[in-house]
C-alpha cells in the first residue's frame, strides 16, 4: 500500500499540472497517479489556478471533486448489518 | 510544498468564530441512539464527537464519514445493550499494485495497520470516554475501494473491528503493541454486501497517516493541524 494516495492528491498534482511550477518529486507523484477530469467542472476548478498562482487545494476543492462522485455509488456493507444505533 | 500538513497529532484551533465545520450529519444525534445509556454518552460527549469529526475533515481528508458514523452504537454481535464508541470511514485513494495483489486478508491487515489505531487514538483524545465505565468498548470500521466491479459498479471491502474497552485501554496506554492488539480485537469482514465473517488479521506499525501529506492542500482558515 505505499502507493496509496487519495484522489485530493490527485487533484493537487492535476494543479501542479495546470500551473507548470511542480517540482521533479511532485511530477514524479503525478506520473505515478494518473487520473482524468471527471467533469467540466473539475477541470474549471483545476484551470482557476493558473496564472503563476501558487496551487492550492482547499477542503471545499476536497469536497467539490468528491461530490463529482468519479466512480459512481459503491455496493458496500449496510451499517446496520454492523452496528444498531 | 510550503504547506505542509502534519497529522500525527491534532489540535484544531479556532480563530475567531470564521471557520468551516464539518457536517453535523456525520453524527448520530443523541436522541437517535435507541436506549438511555447510549443517548446519555452522545449528550455527555459530544464535544469531543464533534471534535474528532472535525479533524478527520479538515486534517485527513481523505478519509470520508458518512452520514451518522459517529455514535455509541450497539455491536450487533454483542449483547444485551453494550455501547461502543464508533467511527465508519471510507479511505479514497488509488491503490498501489501490490496492495491491490494481496489477498482480502493482506489488503484488511495492511489497512488495519495504517488506521486503526490512530482512529482509536483521535476517538480518546477526551480520556474520559476511555475511562468511562458506561463505554464498553470501541468500533472502527474501514471501508475501501476494490480493484473490480460488480456490474459495472464500484465496490467497497470493509473491515469491523471491534475492542472492548480494557483492550483498547492496553493498546492506548501502551502495554500492547499493535499486533497484539490486533489479535485481541475481533475482526469481521466484507466484500460488497457479503459479509466473510470474523477474519484474523496481522497489524503492525504504520505511521503513515503521521506523515502523509496531501500535495498543496491547504487547511481552512482558522484550523491548525498538527
Known amino acids: 500500500m505505499r502507493g496509496t494516495t487519495p484522489r485530493a492528491l490527485l487533484l493537487g498534482a492535476a494543479l501542479l499540472g495546470a500551473t507548470g511550477c511542480a517540482t521533479g518529486e511532485e511530477w514524479e507523484v503525478w506520473k505515478s497517479n494518473p487520473a482524468h477530469f471527471a467533469s467540466g467542472e473539475h477541470l474549471k476548478f483545476s484551470m482557476k489556478n493558473r496564472e503563476g498562482k501558487p496551487a492550492e487545494v482547499s477542503r471545499d476543492d476536497v469536497e467539490q471533486a468528491r461530490q463529482q462522485n468519479w466512480f459512481g455509488k459503491a455496493i458496500t456493507v449496510r451499517q446496520e448489518e454492523i452496528l444498531e444505533q | ?226
Open chain 2, 1 to 226: 510544498m510550503s504547506n505542509r500538513l502534519v497529522v500525527a497529532a491534532l489540535a484544531v484551533a479556532l480563530a475567531g468564530s470564521a471557520f468551516a465545520a464539518p457536517p453535523e450529519s456525520h453524527l448520530l444525534p443523541p436522541d437517535q441512539h435507541s436506549s438511555e445509556k447510549a443517548r446519555g454518552l452522545a449528550r455527555r460527549y459530544a464535544d469531543a464527537l464533534r471534535e474528532l469529526n472535525t479533524g478527520i475533515y479538515h486534517c485527513l481528508p481523505w478519509l470520508v464519514v458518512p452520514n451518522n458514523s459517529i455514535g455509541f452504537f450497539k455491536p450487533k454481535h454483542l449483547a444485551n445493550d453494550a455501547r461502543y464508541l464508533s467511527l465508519r470511514v471510507y479511505v479514497e485513494q488509488d491503490a498501489s499494485p501490490q496492495f491491490t495483489a494481496l489477498e482480502f486478508e493482506g489488503r484488511a491487515s495492511a489497512m488495519y495497520s495504517r488506521y486503526v489505531g490512530e482512529m482509536l487514538r483521535r476517538m480518546t483524545r477526551d480520556a474520559s470516554i476511555l475511562a468511562d465505565a458506561d463505554v464498553d468498548g470501541f468500533t472502527v470500521i474501514i471501508g475501501w475501494l476494490k480493484r473490480t466491479t460488480q456490474g459495472g459498479q464500484p465496490v467497497h471491502e470493509t473491515i469491523a473491528v471491534f475492542a472492548d474497552r480494557a483492550t483498547a485501554a492496553d493498546f492506548l496506554g501502551g502495554r500492547a503493541k499493535i499486533a497484539d492488539f490486533a489479535g485481541r480485537t475481533v475482526v469481521l469482514g466484507y466484500d460488497g454486501q457479503q459479509a466473510l465473517g470474523p477474519v484474523r488479521l496481522k497489524a503492525w506499525e504504520d505511521n503513515f497517516v503521521s506523515n502523509f501529506q496531501v500535495a498543496n492542500y491547504q487547511p481552512a482558515p482558522g484550523v491548525t493541524c498538527h
